[in-house]
């Protein structure tokens, strides 16, 4: 029974004549109290913010509408006109004045430092152990809003705040004292109205360029947050995907496998590992139709395609025009496999990622660098699997037949020849 997605089994026996694991290593140690700072860190700041709220403008008392008699529709006054507009300006300013959009948009970035990590967490506890710069990411967003942004924040709020209510009072005052509207007391009243929108404008425009930097910061986060949930989602639904011992998931995508190239094939999720390429279709059909009308249907879940990375000898990737005079623009990933693998090519058009991006990652985990993305609580699992695979012999005791290379962590193997069951022919590194 393999182990589930990048966990380490709990509660299973040792091996006979396995020896008995290690004590952690000092750089082990170092690695789990780093990480439990980083929570701790997470917590004490999410803490003082909630103890600490960003200034915020006071009630202004806004004077009621002056209620005046309405001349006759031959007799309308002017003046009267421009003081009505005068007020209606003077409401809708100083509800900007208030900043609330400012203030939510805040409220979602200090929220987000508090969901983003807990999501995080429990990524890695199902399985999801790359891109383990998204932890070291928001730490630095975290500590930069922390320590520069918000206290940069803090005090433009509350000079902003001093400077809206000085450009606002004017008018208010205005509009409260006014009796008769006259030219002269309207023009007045409009040019120091005109100046409170600058103000109002000038404040806003400065308050958001401080918060936009951590705000596109932490969007980067969330779209791989939310692009990993999706494909863990979707891995754990899956009847036939098990994951090898220390397989990393590294990206997932709706996809069409173009069998011999047509633009038509099975619909399903296309999966990329630290060790295979994967595509399970995944697509309800129709079993019954009257006339053109479906009926009945079925969803059909399997797993169609199941190669090593390392079988893949060739990717291309392309913007592929297509439709009507070919303005749609399709991502399309096209694979040309080795002689041992179990097909020789495959053409996927895929949806929502950019191809290129995926051919990208492909190379990344054929050299190995992909290795180096793994998130640190998960690094010695893959070192240790490693290990585990290597200690295998390249041939049989029994028949002397090659044993091909097995996925990492495999550490005992049927032979294809005789059938006997071959191990590894020294305990795994670190065991």
Request: proline share 7%.
């Amino acid at each position: 029974m393999s182990l589930g997605r990048g966990q380490k089994g709990k509660g299973s026996k040792p091996r006979a004549g396995a020896s008995r694991p290690a004590r952690p290593s000092a750089e082990d140690v170092f690695r789990r109290r780093q990480l439990n700072n980083r929570r701790k860190n997470q917590a004490v700041r999410a803490a003082a913010r909630a103890s600490n709220p960003l200034p915020r403008p006071g009630p202004r008392a806004v004077p009621p509408p002056v209620m005046r008699r309405q001349a006759p529709a031959a007799e309308v006054d002017p003046l009267l006109v421009r003081f009505q507009s005068l007020e209606n300006e003077f409401l809708r300013v100083d509800r900007e004045a208030n900043l609330e959009d400012i203030y939510q948009e805040l409220g979602r970035i200090e929220e987000q430092f508090t969901r983003l990590p807990a999501q995080l967490d429990d990524l890695r506890r199902r399985g999801y152990v790359h891109a383990g710069q998204l932890e070291d990411r928001l730490e630095s967003l975290d500590d930069e809003w922390d320590t520069r942004v918000r206290p940069t924040i803090e005090r433009q709020l509350r000079e902003g705040i001093f400077q809206l209510d000085r450009q606002l009072h004017p008018v208010q005052q205005f509009i409260g004292q006014m009796g008769r509207p006259s030219a002269p007391l309207l023009d007045q009243a409009e040019s120091a109205l005109q100046s409170a929108r600058q103000a109002v404008a000038s404040v806003r425009g400065s308050v958001s360029s401080l918060f936009q930097g951590t705000q596109a910061g932490l969007g980067e986060v969330q779209v791989a947050v939310h692009r990993a949930e999706w494909m863990i989602q979707h891995l754990e639904q899956s009847p036939e995907i098990k994951l090898h011992p220390a397989e990393g998931p590294l990206l997932a995508v709706e996809a069409e496998w173009e069998q011999d190239g047509k633009d038509d094939g099975p619909d399903g999720i296309l999966y990329l590992t630290d060790q295979r390429l994967l595509f399970e279709q995944k697509e309800e059909v129709a079993t019954k139709k009257f006339l053109f009308i479906t009926t009945d249907s079925e969803v059909l879940q399997k797993l169609l395609i199941d190669v090593p990375v390392r079988e893949i000898q060739e990717v291309a990737h392309a913007k592929e025009g297509r439709g009507f005079l070919s303005m749609r623009k399709d991502d399309i990933l096209e694979l040309i496999f080795s002689a041992s693998a179990p097909m020789s090519r495959a053409r996927f058009h895929i949806l929502g990622h950019e191809s290129a991006a995926w051919a990208a990652m492909i190379k990344r985990v054929q050299t190995g660098e992909i290795d180096r993305d793994r998130a640190e609580a998960f690094v010695e699992e893959a070192e240790t699997a490693a290990a585990s695979t290597a200690a295998l012999p390249e041939k049989c005791p029994f028949c002397f037949a090659a044993i091909p290379i097995q996925p990492r962590g495999v550490s005992r193997v049927v032979c294809d020849f005789c059938g006997s069951t071959v191990t590894a022919t020294r305990p795994p590194a670190g065991t």
